[in-house]
């Protein structure tokens, strides 16, 4: 096994090459929600695999109920073994016209902070995150012929949808994914200088509903006032979804909720993550939700509901006088602690099912659902990787909570019995999910060179 | 002057001709509201103008601030001179999936009840019924060498597009435009077998709101429960505008509405319109406005508030768990009696900034409003017109009041100091501005004998 020095100097000798194939995997528009871009899915995943053979995986790309997975394995009997998970999947890219450079032609940019930056969909969420391990194993095998521990690679393509089809395959595959611990890059730092990893995670729960009234599109002149508007029924369900504390008002909804202890809030009030702080960024000042709680709270420990689209009626330019036949929404929940997703969906319904006129109807979607997930914090390999993590970056790593949702980690647990080191170098401001989404130069190097220094941390376990 | 069974007997014989003449004209997509179609627009206008003029009219084609007009004079000195007005633009034709055929392929089908029908987008709303007078003329001319009276024809491109342009045209070229009476065909009969005059048409107020929150999209894992959503923001906007009993909550809206004496109740009754004969027919049963008012008054002489549209942050296939920066909606008022729109718009903005949160934002479009407007019950052309109604329906004309606008009449008026009769051969189920629009074969060969008939009897001014 080389020197750790001789690694990491080979991660820095060898960036450019890096940026050369994370950008080839950047321009494969591997869109998971629409299926006008499964091809594409699948060329990332073909690409992936390649890749990964190349540096002496034994690899396959295998079908799953949506899109294929890559999973990859290098065995070193007698060390410990990790699962690493990512997706190669990434978020649709509408609105178009706020990109200030086409998505899927990456290249490096200034940052406007004096650093630079990777700019493209998914150089952040998640295929630059995910290279920072695949090039952390390339160093190492670069310079040691082998890496210090075993690892299977798992890398999905419907993480955006859900995961579909994902926690079926993982559990008809997991004699293929037997490992010690997991570890997953799709999570952020606490700031540019401090690193950290992700304890805990909410849980998500999505649906669509489709509201419909006339069987026809109307003329608001002969109907108006006396047929039922589709669109005013969706927009008082979403009204009513929130009461004038920022409450959810679903009943039922706060059930496995809990408070957390007068010490962790007084510890959260301590990171200074004011209104102005998390909002600031944004261009916003205020908190939308529950009064009265921490903005931390908000956004990692308390659950929250967004209507995340809604469609209905003339929405070209100009004018149209119609009453619409149909309105739709997308509507999601992020869940903590014990709240159970299908609880939600039956109450959810419930609920908007008392809001639809008796001469209207409604048609639901329940997406996947997933529970919250949180880490035992004297779990060996913790320690390890917070140990690399600092000794890397300068300053201690730091364990927190995250707002957003990985489902299959709940499933690693569920199905493999493993709990999962979310660690990841990406920002706040990756405007990942938005246009002109990036990942900084600095987070994807010292990203790198991060799970380097955490592969070997692991290897001694 | 020919004997007006002649020229009956002339439009009997010369129907197929007449379709296939209507049939050019629906074949060009003229949607006003869509600025790719403007050329198509004008390219209607041209179309007609060449008609015009090869039936010996002085006809040009005249620049607006949007689509052009076609204008189209045979004066006859001595004899009254009337100013037929119609519109060859037509409606978007989305959803387009809904549509059965392709809207632009006109073509005759069986209507399924014994009789046939012309199915194309135009061919009742307005194109349909614009030929229906052009055809009568086309009849006398034929036979008589000449129009019983003075016609001017004045038809524009803009009239789904709220007139835009066309007041400022009409009084600028008011001198252009002198007549003793404004006919219009652009309304519905009572039902199939009853020919209607309609002496009061509803106003509208047509109004675009766009909330804008955070200043990019947002991840619902990362902001949900502390960012504010603008779909939640429009949404309960939305809620707001009506109370629990369908009255429209917007201070000031119901100033200027009259209520209707007990008498017209009376005779209102008598039409027996239930909310089954109304709301059956498009797969309704409940009337949704203002609790305890006749179908009828809801849909003729009580104002309505409707969201013509609703658009705002994903709505693709599939999830995104995205907060949006912006929701938009179109809503707009129809309106009655004395309402004000330049009042509802100054109303209706402070309704919709009260309820806009600190640090979001609102952007407001305006559209063209208009009064509503009702006839003289005693001018002597209306009677001259139902007259020559009963005459080819073999039924008496009945007076209605309409839900719908057409904002023109009521600048007609104004500028020109005339009164319009509202005359038109649409049913209500013409599915205007919905898919599979169509003109029974009935409402256009009977509504050109109407018209044909109506000429004549007006030339006895």
Redesign the interface.
Known sequence: MAALDAILNDIDADLENALERLFAFLRIPSI????AYAGHCREAAAWLANDLTALGFETSVEETSLHPVVLAHKPKPGAPHVLFYGHYDV??V??LD?WTTPPFEPHIADDGQGGKKIVGRGSSDDKGQVMTFVEACRAHIAMSGELPCGVTILVEGAE???SQGLPEWVAANRDKLGCDVVLVCDTTMWDRATPAITSSL?G?A?FEVKVT?????????????????P??V?????????DADGRVTIPGFYEGVHERPPEVLEQWRGLGLT?EK??GP?????????RGRL?IE??QS???????????????????????ST?S??I?F?LVDDQDPQALARNFEAFVRERI????SVDFIT?KGSRAISLPFDMPQLGAAKAALAEEWGVPAVTVG????IPIVGDFKRILGRDTLLIGFGL?DD?????NEKYDLTSFHKGTRSWARILTALSRG
Chains 1, 2 share one sequence.
Request: charged share 20%; proline share 9%.
């Open positions: 998971s929600t629409d299926p978020q649709p509408d609105p706020l955006e949808s859900g909410r998500l999505y009234c006339a069987d026809r599109d109307l003329h608001s002149g002969f109907f108006g006032g006396a047929a039922r508007n669109i005013h969706l927009a008082k369900i979403i009204a009513d979804l929130h209104p998390l909002l944004i261009g916003l000042k205020e908190p939308a939700g529950e903005p908000l956004v308390r659950p929250s509901c967004d209507a995340n689209g809604i469609i209905g009626g003339y929405t070209g330019e100009g004018t149209k006088t119609v009453i619409a309105a929404a997308k999601s992020r006129p008796a001469d209207c997406y995250a707002g957003g949702s706040d405007r990942i999910h938005s246009p």
